[in-house]
């Protein structure tokens, strides 16, 4: 006889639960149909095409052109104020395929090109080259996203310049499972 009233409390539960939750959904419908509950949402413009001169007065990274956001920025690419609202590491190494123009890509699709935007020139994407010399990807997506490219200020390319000390001495090992070989003792030196 318990079981049978402890059922019907988890029945009668889950119907009032059902009931609750169809009418947030019948609320959250209603604010979706009225245009005057929530602001517009407009699609961001695509960015401008690259310029072929780095002083036109098209270039939005031009000083001339942008003296609010063009003072954090040098064509050299580094910046003069470190504080960004997001900065992104991004170790690379060389792959088969361009996996990083593929990543920086997508990455930069997202970012603004508009100086009215809230996130313009606030956020840094560093990408380091782990391999060294020799990692073609890293050296034409260095090249491509170069100043005068728009959104040069959004990337910062970076080699490395430390080897951390190998204390197995340069063992060549493959490893296993439960001992790591020398090319994961590499990464995590990295």
């Known amino acids: ?23 947030v959904l019948e609320s959250l419908a209603k604010e979706m149909k009225d245009p005057a509950s929530h602001a517009e949402v407009l699609p961001c413009p695509d960015p401008p095409p690259c310029p072929s001169c780095p002083t036109c007065a098209k270039c939005p990274v031009c000083p001339a052109v942008s003296s609010s956001s063009a003072s954090s920025y040098n064509p050299d690419n580094t910046y003069t104020h470190e504080k960004k609202w997001l900065a992104v590491g991004m170790p690379t190494v060389p792959r088969e395929e361009n996996h990083l123009g593929k990543t920086l890509q997508s990455w930069l699709k997202q970012l603004p090109v508009h100086d009215k935007d809230p996130l313009y020139d606030d956020v840094v994407v560093v990408v380091m080259n782990m391999h060294g010399p020799g990692h073609k990807w890293f050296d034409e997506a260095k090249a491509k996203y170069s100043h005068p490219h728009p959104q040069s200020r959004y990337l910062k390319f970076v080699e490395q310049d430390y080897k951390p000390p190998d204390p197995t001495n340069g063992k060549q090992d493959r490893g296993d499972a439960n001992h790591p070989g020398n090319r994961v003792r590499k990464q995590t030196r990295n």
């Open 1 to 23: 006889h318990n079981h049978i009233k402890l059922a019907e409390r988890a029945a009668k539960s889950a119907v009032d639960s059902a009931e609750r939750t169809n009418k």
